[in-house]
């Protein structure tokens, strides 16, 4: 996690839905995350949705997410683009990433990563699990 985004973050991973899993890093370590099973809501193409702030980006040029079926891994780079930082004047910025590949029964592990304006990338996040609802 970059020096520009150690405090003040908050994560989340949405149904359409709105059931919830949320986090907020420990003082001094890195992000830590936990999951809460969807409830409800029988879809077959319901994407999950990965929400956050963020405070004090300086540096930062954007966000990448990552997705696994396996909480060990591999994870995999979701999309070709990277979520930009808000050019919007403010302390705090909200993002939000939309999965639309998700599949009905399945369990999907997230996190996220930083890319500073000098190309170097840093874990943002820990791990956040999402339990996508049978149909």
Known sequence: MTAACESRILIS???????????RPLRGGP???????????????????????????????GYLVYRS????????????????????????????????TVEPGKTYYYYLDTIATTGVKSRFSGVVAKLIPPP
Do not use: Q
């Open 13 to 23: 991973l949405l149904l359409a839905a709105g059931s919830l899993a949320s986090a």
């Open 69 to 100: 079926t396996d909480r060990n891994g591999p994870y995999y780079r979701l999309g070709h683009e990277i979520v930009h930082v808000s050019p919007e004047p403010g302390e705090i910025h909200s993002y939000r990433f939309a999965d639309p």
């Open 31 to 61: 992000s830590t995350l936990t999951g809460a099973a969807a409830e409800g809501g029988a879809v077959t193409a319901t994407p999950a949705s990965l929400e956050w702030k963020a405070t004090k980006e300086e540096g930062v040029y």
